[in-house]
C-alpha cells in the first residue's frame, strides 16, 4: 500500500507512485514501530488499544484494521468506534473497513443523547436543559434514520440513551416508547456519571442481543458496482438523498478513475456531520435533497475513493482551546492535565 501511493504525475498524466522511486522500503523502514497498536489503560483501569484516528466526516473514521484483529485475538468481546453518525462511521466502518479486512460486526450500538435529538426536533441550542417532549418526539426521525441505515447492512442495533444530568424521566420514558415502536431495544447509560457501572446493562444487552439475532452482515454495494453508482447509492440509502450532483468535471473523473482500474474501490464520502443532508443547519432526517460532489480524490495507497461534498474542508479543525494547551509535567516529572 505504501508504494502504491501516489506522488506525482507525468506530463502525460500517468500517475507517479512511491513504487517508482524504490521508496517504499524505506517509508517501510520508517514506520516500523508506528504500525504497532498503542496498548493504552483506562481510568478504570481496563486495556484498550488506540491506533489511527481519522474523521469520519473527511476519512473513513475507523481505528487500524491491525488494532481490531489484534483486540480479537486477545479478548471474547471487541468494541469498537466508528466516528459520528450511523451515516458517516458506520457506513464506513461496513463498506470500507469490514469489507477490505474481511471483518463481520455482530452487532451496532447507536448512541444517542435526549439534548441532541430535541436540537433535531428544532430546539434552541441554549434551551436544551429545559423538557420538551415535542421537540423529542421531532427528533426521534433523526435516531430512527441512524437506526434504519443500520439495519441496512444486516447488523442487529441496540440504542444506548446517554443520559446526562438535565435529562428529565418523562424524556427518557418517551425515548424508550419511541424506540420500542421502531422495534429497538434502548438502554440508558449512566457511564457519563457512573463509568464502567453505568453501562453495565447496556453490556448485557448487547451481548443477549448477539446471541439470540445473529447478525447477517452484507455491504451497502458490491465492489464490481459503478463508483459513480457506489456514491449514489450511499447518499440515497445512508442520506435519504434524491441523488447525487456533479458538473462534467466531475462525472468525467469518475469514468476516468473507472477506466484506469480503480473501479472495484468502495467510495469514502466527505461530508458535514451536522446532518444528512451537505447543509450543517438542515437537522431530523430531510429528504428531496440531492448531495452535490465538487471534487473528486484517488486514495490509491488506502485504496478508495473520496468524493468531497458540499463545503465541507478536509483539514480538521481544533476547538478554540485544544485539550493540549492544558496538559504539562510537573518538575518531579507527572503529567497532569489530561482530565
Same mark, same amino acid.
Given at each position: 500500500?505504501?508504494?502504491?501511493?501516489?506522488?506525482?504525475?507525468?506530463?502525460?498524466?500517468?500517475?507517479?507512485?512511491?513504487?517508482? &522511486?524504490?521508496?517504499?522500503?524505506? +517509508?517501510?523502514?520508517?514506520?516500523?514501530?508506528?504500525?504497532?497498536?498503542?496498548?493504552?489503560?483506562?481510568? $478504570?483501569?481496563?486495556?484498550?488499544?488506540?491506533?489511527?484516528?481519522?474523521?469520519?466526516?473527511?476519512?473513513?473514521?475507523?481505528?487500524?484494521?491491525?488494532?481490531?484483529?489484534?483486540?480479537?485475538?486477545?479478548?471474547?468481546?471487541?468494541?469498537?468506534?466508528?466516528?459520528?453518525?450511523?451515516?458517516?462511521?458506520?457506513? %464506513?466502518? +461496513?463498506?470500507?473497513?469490514?469489507?477490505?479486512?474481511?471483518?463481520?460486526?455482530?452487532?451496532?450500538?447507536?448512541?444517542?443523547?435526549?439534548?441532541?435529538?430535541?436540537?433535531?426536533?428544532?430546539?434552541?441550542?441554549?434551551?436544551?436543559?429545559?423538557?420538551?417532549?415535542?421537540?423529542? $418526539?421531532?427528533?426521534?426521525?433523526?435516531?430512527?434514520?441512524?437506526? *434504519?441505515?443500520?439495519?441496512?447492512?444486516?447488523?442487529?442495533?441496540?440504542?444506548?440513551?446517554?443520559?446526562?444530568?438535565?435529562?428529565? $424521566?418523562?424524556?427518557?420514558?418517551?425515548? %424508550?416508547?419511541?424506540?420500542?415502536?421502531? *422495534?429497538?431495544?434502548? !438502554?440508558?447509560?449512566?457511564?457519563?456519571?457512573?463509568?464502567?457501572?453505568?453501562?453495565?446493562?447496556?453490556?448485557?444487552?448487547?451481548?443477549?442481543?448477539?446471541?439470540?439475532?445473529?447478525?447477517?452482515?452484507?455491504?451497502?454495494?458490491?465492489?464490481?458496482?459503478?463508483?459513480?453508482?457506489?456514491?449514489?447509492?450511499?447518499?440515497? *440509502?445512508?442520506?435519504?438523498?434524491?441523488?447525487?450532483?456533479?458538473?462534467? %468535471?466531475?462525472?468525467?473523473?469518475?469514468?476516468?478513475?473507472?477506466?484506469?482500474?480503480?473501479?472495484? &474501490?468502495?467510495?469514502?464520502?466527505?461530508?458535514?456531520?451536522?446532518? &444528512?443532508?451537505?447543509?450543517?443547519?438542515?437537522?431530523?432526517?430531510?429528504?428531496?435533497?440531492?448531495?452535490? !460532489?465538487?471534487?473528486?480524490?484517488?486514495?490509491?495507497?488506502?485504496?478508495?475513493?473520496?468524493?468531497?461534498?458540499?463545503?465541507?474542508?478536509?483539514?480538521?479543525?481544533?476547538?478554540?482551546?485544544?485539550?493540549?494547551?492544558?496538559?504539562?509535567?510537573?518538575?518531579?516529572?507527572? !503529567?497532569?492535565?489530561?482530565?
Amino acid at each position: 500500500r505504501l508504494g502504491n501511493m501516489i506522488v506525482g504525475q507525468t506530463r502525460d498524466r500517468k500517475y507517479i507512485r512511491a513504487s517508482d &522511486f524504490e521508496a517504499a522500503g524505506a +517509508m517501510t523502514a520508517l514506520l516500523k514501530d508506528a504500525f504497532a497498536p498503542n496498548l493504552v489503560q483506562t481510568i $478504570e483501569n481496563n486495556p484498550a488499544l488506540i491506533h489511527g484516528g481519522p474523521f469520519a466526516n473527511i476519512a473513513h473514521g475507523c481505528n487500524s484494521v491491525i488494532a481490531t484483529k489484534s483486540a480479537l485475538k486477545l479478548a471474547d468481546y471487541v468494541v469498537t468506534e466508528a466516528g459520528f453518525g450511523a451515516d458517516l462511521g458506520a457506513e %464506513k466502518f +461496513m463498506n470500507i473497513k469490514c469489507r477490505k479486512a474481511g471483518l463481520r460486526p455482530d452487532c451496532a450500538v447507536v448512541v444517542a443523547t435526549i439534548r441532541a435529538l430535541k436540537m433535531h426536533g428544532g430546539m434552541n441550542k441554549d434551551a436544551l436543559k429545559q423538557e420538551d417532549l415535542p421537540a423529542l $418526539e421531532r427528533g426521534f426521525t433523526n435516531l430512527a434514520r441512524h437506526v *434504519e441505515n443500520v439495519r441496512k447492512f444486516g447488523v442487529p442495533v441496540v440504542v444506548a440513551i446517554n443520559r446526562f444530568t438535565a435529562d428529565t $424521566e418523562a424524556e427518557n420514558a418517551l425515548l %424508550k416508547s419511541l424506540c420500542e415502536k421502531l *422495534e429497538v431495544e434502548s !438502554i440508558t447509560a449512566d457511564h457519563w456519571a457512573k463509568g464502567g457501572e453505568g453501562a453495565v446493562e447496556l453490556a448485557e444487552a448487547v451481548v443477549k442481543t448477539i446471541e439470540t439475532n445473529p447478525s447477517q452482515f452484507r455491504p451497502l454495494y458490491d465492489d464490481n458496482m459503478p463508483l459513480w453508482k457506489k456514491a449514489q447509492t450511499i447518499a440515497r *440509502e445512508m442520506y435519504g438523498a434524491d441523488d447525487i450532483i456533479g458538473d462534467q %468535471k466531475i462525472r468525467d473523473r469518475f469514468r476516468e478513475l473507472q477506466d484506469q482500474g480503480y473501479g472495484h &474501490f468502495p467510495v469514502c464520502i466527505a461530508k458535514t456531520q451536522y446532518s &444528512f443532508t451537505t447543509d450543517p443547519d438542515r437537522k431530523g432526517a430531510p429528504k428531496n435533497h440531492v448531495v452535490p !460532489i465538487r471534487e473528486v480524490r484517488l486514495s490509491a495507497g488506502a485504496e478508495f475513493i473520496v468524493a468531497i461534498c458540499g463545503d465541507i474542508m478536509t483539514m480538521p479543525g481544533l476547538p478554540k482551546v485544544p485539550a493540549a494547551n492544558k496538559i504539562d509535567v510537573t518538575p518531579d516529572g507527572r !503529567i497532569i492535565g489530561l482530565f
